[in-house]
Each structure stands twice: as C-alpha cells, then as structure tokens.
C-alpha cells in the first residue's frame, strides 16, 4: 500500500478496484489501497470503512468461505490483519469515537449454503483486541435460521442496531439493539428500520427510518430520537408522504439531510437526484436534477459546507465521477472522472 504524504486525506473513494485518497481543498489525490474485490456497494466485494476521526481505515477481504479484517493507521499506514473469520463480513461500522470498528460475520456451510453461525465482533484500536458480544449457533435441520446484518452504533456508544430476519427470506428484518457489552438482541421496532447511508447522528441523537410495511410504490423517510440503548422515540415523518427515498447522510450537525430521491420514470425506470431536508420543518430544496445524470450516496464533509457524492450516466450504466457541491449555492465540481462511493472526514489537526 503506497503511503499517502502530506495531509490526512478528508475523502477516501472507490475507484476501480483500488482506494484512494483526496485531499481538500488542494485536490491532491493518490492510491492508498490496491486490489479491492469488486463493488462494496452491492455487498459483493471488500466493505472498508474510514474512522470518524480519520485515523483508521478498516477493510474486509472477503475469500472463499474465510473473511480477514485489516486496519491502517492514516496517513501513511500499512494495512495490518487483525482478524480472520470463517465466514463473510457484509458491513464495517465505526463507533461514534472512532475506538471500535464493529462487523457481523455469518457463517454458511460451504456445500448447503446453510446459515451455521452469526456474529457480532467488535475490534478496539486501542487495547488491540476482539470481543464477541453476541454469538447466535444454529445447529439441526428444524433450526429456526436468522440473520444478523449491522445497521450501526447507537448515540454514545453503548449499544449497535441490528436487523434479524430469517435466513433466505425477502424480509429486511426488524430493528434490534445488542449491548456492546454482551446480551441478547432487544427489538426496537417491529414497523421501522434504519435507512440506508449514514442513517444515525451522534451530534443530535437522532435516526433516519424507513417503514417495513409497503406504502404502495412510495418508500418515504421518517426521523425519530434515540436513547443510549437504542430506543426510539417521536417518529415524524420527514419527506413527503408519496417520496421514495434512498440513501441518506446527516449534516455533520445533525441539522440537514441530504438524500437521493427515486422518482419513477417511462418503462420502469427512475430518475434520482439529490434533495435536502430538515427535521425542523423547512422546505425539501432539491439540489441536483440534470436528467442525463442519477446521484448516489452522499456524504458530507466535515465543515458541513459541501456535499460529495458519485454519479452515473442515465442512458446507460456507465461511471459519470465523483462530485462534490458546494452550499449554500449549490455549486458542483468534478472532483475525479473515475470515482465513486466516497466517505469523508476531518483533515489534519483533528
């Protein structure tokens, strides 16, 4: 892994199959990590995940039927194994404090396909080791098989969301809480689960939900307070009833949304583009809606000034690039040609 020189990276990206960093505002760009196995996005290749204070980059390389999990210290950092698993890991989460990297590994028999064991481990960067808080075995033919995807950590670190559903079913599951300490799973929510993207603000302990029931073709967002141990509390809605909403980002704040917005276009198709909201009752202000163009995946920078986001083209599926647009005027600026799938965090002196 090439060292990065100079200042820490605010934007790490996807491009291709390598990693790279971005410095902002100089623009300075270089690889920081090579040979990524597919697109982390659809959950078939190598999840990473930057630490909130730009630290620490977590990475999972995902073989046959065997996971590793490597962490490296930025800037400059070699990525160092931490871990090896039987299994695949599908998501890395930082906590809010950058100390822990969470992952849930399930495990499957490599003949059957059978899901035989799911786990949750958390690795601390500062004492160097693994802890298992929850551990879910499933042996026998009759075994009720469920799930466990990681959604994120709750507000202050205590706790981490969790879906469980059964195993090879179309449901998303429900929205449980697991103690970070050790426990069983506490449901949350049986009707709402976190959205996709940055769906939990420390900043305002608050949360982006989705409804797990169908509203028609609609999928609109909801905004709710959490407790430390997960608990919710006054869901409101927060986009128009008949939206439907993909991924999501919290200002750094915790004031503003930024969130792509699906809207269905002729033979099937949707357009989606970038709008922002906020939970105090202002009006959505799109942000984006050239038509040879769909947004995905926002992510803030740290300032709370700009907006980083990738695009394709609309006539085919093809890479348009990494953008970034810059508020209050909503001014948009190629970043790189290539890039896709950032995350963002504060650069030096943080």
Not at 236 to 244: A, I, N, R, Y
Not at 288 to 301: S, Y
Request: charged share 20%; with cysteine; glycine share 12%.
């Amino acid at each position: 892994m090439p060292a990065m020189q100079g200042p820490l990276a605010q934007v790490l990206f996807e491009r291709g199959s390598e990693l790279w960093g971005l410095c902002l505002p100089a623009n300075e760009r270089q690889p920081v990590v090579q040979g990524l196995q597919g697109a982390s996005s659809f959950g078939v290749g190598d999840p990473w995940a930057l630490a909130p204070n730009g630290r620490y980059l977590a990475l999972a390389r995902n073989g046959d039927g065997q996971v590793t999990l490597a962490l490296a210290a930025l800037p400059g950092g070699q990525l160092q194994e931490v871990g090896r698993y039987a299994g695949r890991i599908e998501a890395l989460r930082w906590s809010h404090d950058s100390t822990r990297v969470a992952c849930v590994v399930n495990r499957r028999d490599v003949r059957t396909g059978d899901l035989q064991e799911a786990s949750l481990h958390l690795y601390d960067v500062v004492g160097w080791r693994d802890t298992v808080p929850y551990r879910q075995a499933f042996e026998g033919p009759d075994t009720v098989r469920q799930e466990l995807w990681l959604e994120g950590w709750v507000p202050g670190d205590q706790a981490l969301y969790v879906a469980i559903a059964g195993d090879r079913t179309a449901d998303a599951g429900m929205l449980y809480a697991l103690n970070a300490r050790g426990g069983e799973p506490r449901l949350v929510s049986a009707d709402y689960a976190l959205k996709g993207g940055q769906a939990v603000s420390a900043a305002s302990a608050r949360v982006l939900l989705r409804a797990r029931a169908a509203r028609g073709r609609a999928a609109p967002l909801f905004v709710a307070g959490v407790a430390p141990d997960g608990s919710l509390s006054d869901i409101q809605p927060l986009s128009p009833d008949d939206w439907t909403v993909g991924a999501v980002a919290w200002s750094p704040d915790g004031q503003q949304v930024a969130a792509e917005r699906l809207e269905t276009q002729a033979h099937g198709t949707y357009a989606v583009h970038l709008w922002l909201l906020a939970p105090d009752g202002a009006e959505p202000r799109q942000l984006t809606g050239d038509p040879i163009f769909r947004e995905e995946q926002p992510v803030w920078t740290p300032d709370g000034q700009a907006i980083v986001f990738g695009r394709w083209r609309t006539e085919r599926p093809e890479p348009a690039g990494l953008w970034t647009l810059h508020l209050p005027a909503a001014e948009l600026e190629l970043l790189d040609e290539s890039g896709l799938r950032a995350q963002a965090v504060a650069g030096e002196g943080r």
